[in-house]
Structures are given as structure tokens and as C-alpha cells.
């Protein structure tokens, strides 16, 4: 297994479509993504905490609740200082992502349910990453646990749709677990009490929620 947390990193190149510094690296042969928090554009509606704790705390509901979409990820010193580093994962391919994540496929419809529960305002589709017909993996969850509603997402075919029993047992950890210390290091505490309001929210509607006429629902470009 690649040395995440110790081993050293070498950067290799930039990863130049992205809007804050994302960098490609190695450790010990094996690739990996690095974002330091010094190259983080500041963001108006994120005046607290920085964009590298979203991504790990989206790792820890991703982890915690066995949904299996962002690959492993730590928050560690690098050569520009602490930032994310998460292990690369490289998408399939041979799979039409747009037609994929449009479908109503159950790795699809899981993803849907853990941007609902973290908020993720930047869900396109070049953050879908599909690996075979029994994963998917999701980049770039920096842009979540907003304490307002935020979500943007290509992945609406749910909506107003009912939850599973399952799906309602989800909900019903993630409540839980954003209550412990691992994220009260990482958000503050009127974002995690937003989280829980949310995540309550759902239980009562009992449904995929619907898109806002208050924000855009899909985020631009949706690619």
C-alpha cells in the first residue's frame, strides 16, 4: 500500500483546469493528488477553515458510513506546506461518464446521497470517476459542508424520489458521526450543526430533495 502519510512526495506536473493549486505527485512510484492549503484561492461564502479539511472530512463520511467514493486521503505536510494529498484514481476509460452518471445506476444513486449529505456544491462530471461496474470513485470535494444549502450536482434523477431503508439507515449514521470530535477538528461548529439540521431535514421528507430556486443547480461548467 503507498505511504500516504510518511512517504516523501515528488511533484510531478500541475493539474492546470483546476481553480486552486492541484498537484500531481509520486510516492514511491504510485501517484497522488496534492493541494496545498497556500494555494487555495479564498472563497466568499468558505470565510472559515480552508478547502483541504472539506476534502478530508468528505473522505471520513465517505470511510465512516462504507460509501466508498473518495479515495484515501490525508491532510499532511508536503513541499508547499500542509495541504490534502489523496491517492490518484484513474477513471475507466471505456465508460461514457455523462451517459453513466445520468443513468440510474445504484453506484449513481449512492453518490447522489453523499453529496446530499455533505453539501457538495461541485459535483460535474469530470468528478465522476467511474472504475468498473462495481465502483465509482468522487474527486474534488472541496466545496462542501456549507452552512447554507448549496448543493450542485449533475445527479438529479432522484429527486422526490423515496429513500430505501438503507439509504434512511445512512442518514441516520451520518448524523452520528458528524458529531464527533474527528470533524469538529475539521469544520466549525454552526457547519456541523447545518450538516445535522440537513440530514434531519431528509429523514422528515423522506425524499431526494429537489433542485433550488434559490442557487443554480448544477454547478458550471458541469464538465
Same mark, same amino acid.
Given at each position: 500500500? =503507498?505511504?500516504?502519510?510518511?512517504?516523501?512526495?515528488?511533484?510531478?506536473?500541475?493539474?492546470?483546469?483546476?481553480?486552486?493549486?492541484?498537484?500531481?505527485?509520486?510516492?514511491?512510484?504510485?501517484?497522488?493528488?496534492?493541494?496545498? =492549503?497556500?494555494?487555495?484561492?479564498?472563497?466568499?461564502?468558505?470565510?472559515?477553515?480552508?478547502?483541504?479539511?472539506?476534502?478530508?472530512?468528505?473522505?471520513?463520511?465517505?470511510? /465512516?458510513?462504507?460509501?466508498?467514493? !473518495?479515495?484515501? +486521503?490525508?491532510?499532511?505536510?508536503?513541499?508547499?506546506?500542509?495541504?490534502?494529498?489523496?491517492?490518484?484514481?484513474?477513471?475507466?476509460?471505456?465508460?461514457?461518464?455523462?451517459?453513466?452518471?445520468?443513468?440510474?445506476?445504484?453506484?449513481?444513486?449512492?453518490?447522489?446521497?453523499?453529496?446530499?449529505?455533505?453539501?457538495?456544491?461541485?459535483?460535474?462530471?469530470?468528478?465522476?470517476?467511474? =472504475?468498473? !461496474?462495481?465502483?465509482?470513485?468522487?474527486?474534488?470535494?472541496?466545496?462542501?459542508?456549507? !452552512?447554507?444549502?448549496?448543493?450542485?450536482?449533475?445527479?438529479?434523477?432522484?429527486?422526490?424520489? /423515496?429513500?430505501?431503508?438503507?439509504?434512511?439507515?445512512?442518514?441516520?449514521?451520518?448524523?452520528?458521526? =458528524?458529531?464527533?470530535?474527528?470533524?469538529?477538528?475539521?469544520? +466549525?461548529?454552526?457547519?456541523?450543526?447545518?450538516?445535522?439540521?440537513?440530514?434531519?431535514?431528509?429523514?422528515?421528507?423522506?425524499?431526494?430533495?429537489?433542485?433550488?430556486?434559490?442557487?443554480?443547480?448544477?454547478?458550471?461548467?458541469?464538465?
Amino acid at each position: 500500500m =503507498i505511504k500516504l502519510r510518511d512517504g516523501e512526495i515528488t511533484i510531478i506536473g500541475r493539474i492546470t483546469d483546476a481553480s486552486n493549486a492541484t498537484l500531481l505527485g509520486e510516492i514511491g512510484g504510485s501517484r497522488v493528488v496534492y493541494k496545498p =492549503i497556500a494555494g487555495e484561492r479564498p472563497l466568499w461564502d468558505f470565510s472559515d477553515g480552508n478547502l483541504a479539511q472539506r476534502e478530508y472530512a468528505s473522505f471520513l463520511v465517505s470511510e /465512516k458510513l462504507g460509501f466508498d467514493i !473518495v479515495p484515501r +486521503t490525508i491532510l499532511r505536510e508536503g513541499p508547499y506546506g500542509v495541504g490534502m494529498v489523496q491517492e490518484w484514481c484513474e477513471p475507466n476509460p471505456e465508460v461514457d461518464v455523462v451517459e453513466f452518471s445520468q443513468s440510474d445506476s445504484p453506484l449513481i444513486r449512492r453518490m447522489a446521497l453523499f453529496d446530499i449529505l455533505i453539501n457538495n456544491g461541485d459535483r460535474k462530471f469530470g468528478h465522476i470517476l467511474p =472504475i468498473d !461496474v462495481t465502483q465509482v470513485r468522487g474527486c474534488d470535494h472541496g466545496v462542501t459542508f456549507n !452552512v447554507e444549502n448549496r448543493l450542485r450536482t449533475v445527479l438529479w434523477q432522484w429527486a422526490g424520489e /423515496k429513500f430505501t431503508e438503507i439509504e434512511i439507515d445512512l442518514i441516520q449514521q451520518f448524523i452520528k458521526e =458528524i458529531r464527533s470530535s474527528d470533524f469538529a477538528e475539521l469544520l +466549525t461548529e454552526h457547519e456541523i450543526l447545518a450538516a445535522i439540521d440537513r440530514a434531519e431535514e431528509f429523514l422528515r421528507s423522506e425524499v431526494f430533495p429537489h433542485p433550488s430556486d434559490e442557487w443554480p443547480a448544477i454547478p458550471w461548467p458541469p464538465f
